[in-house]
């Protein structure tokens, strides 16, 4: 399952709020990122002609119809910067160590929203051997109806369906950037030792034997 991000020329049967839909006002640059050649193989939506601010979404595919990606394998881990609800930074490479599972979603991404209770449950079985960091793609500019700003409205939304997830957040979509994320949700597994074994691009079933396998890889 992937999510088409926020475009001004969505069509009228999917609607986002008003806060997914505002652009990358603070950043200079912008995600011009190369058009899948099949994107329905992959069971999302086209893209807009024009490029979107975010990562796009769909919401319509079956679990297990994304893209496994082993194309940049042995790649180094990014130098980025992750920000938790209360303010505190945090260096990718400062979870190094231990397999490392980085998961990029929003709230506004009906996909990514679906498979967090299984992201949770997989950080929880796997304590002791695995890291999962769901990384949060909402913009730092995003008008939030409930106050408190961003960091405090991904941090309560995470709660209510992935309590044992801490809220970090990638709020410039730094890594979506660097990964060339089209769509969300996007994952990327690395070893303990900060090189990447394989990236997904859709919701998957995190708990699965397959996924299990999957995992087995980083050694």
Not at 56 to 62: D, F, G, H, L, T
Not at 111 to 118: D, H, N, S, W
Request: charged share 20%; proline share 8%; net charge neutral.
């Amino acid at each position: 399952m992937i999510a088409e991000g926020p475009s001004a020329k969505r069509p009228p049967h999917i609607l986002l709020p008003d806060w997914a839909l505002e652009p990358l006002m603070l950043l200079s640059r912008s995600l011009t990122l190369a058009v899948l050649g099949l994107p329905l193989v992959l069971g999302g939506c086209d893209r807009e002609t024009a490029p979107p601010a975010q990562p796009q979404a769909s919401p319509a595919a079956k679990a297990e119809s994304g893209l496994l990606d082993r194309s940049k394998q042995g790649s180094a881990m990014p130098d980025f910067m992750l920000k938790d609800a209360s303010g505190k930074q945090a260096p990718l490479a400062s979870f190094k160590g231990k397999p490392l599972l980085i998961n990029l979603w929003a709230t506004w991404c009906a996909p990514c929203v679906a498979e967090l209770p299984a992201l949770d449950k997989l950080a929880k079985d796997r304590a002791d051997s695995l890291t999962v960091l769901a990384v949060s793609q909402d913009l730092d500019s995003a008008v939030n109806t409930g106050g408190g700003g961003t960091d405090a409205k991904v941090a309560a939304f995470l709660k209510e369906r992935a309590p044992g997830l801490a809220p970090w957040r990638d709020g410039e979509n730094n890594l979506a950037f660097h990964y060339n994320a089209q769509t969300l949700p996007t994952t990327i597994y690395y070893d303990a030792k900060g090189r990447e074994v394989w990236r997904y691009t859709g919701a998957r079933e995190w708990t699965s034997a397959e996924t299990a396998k999957l995992l087995d890889e980083a050694g």
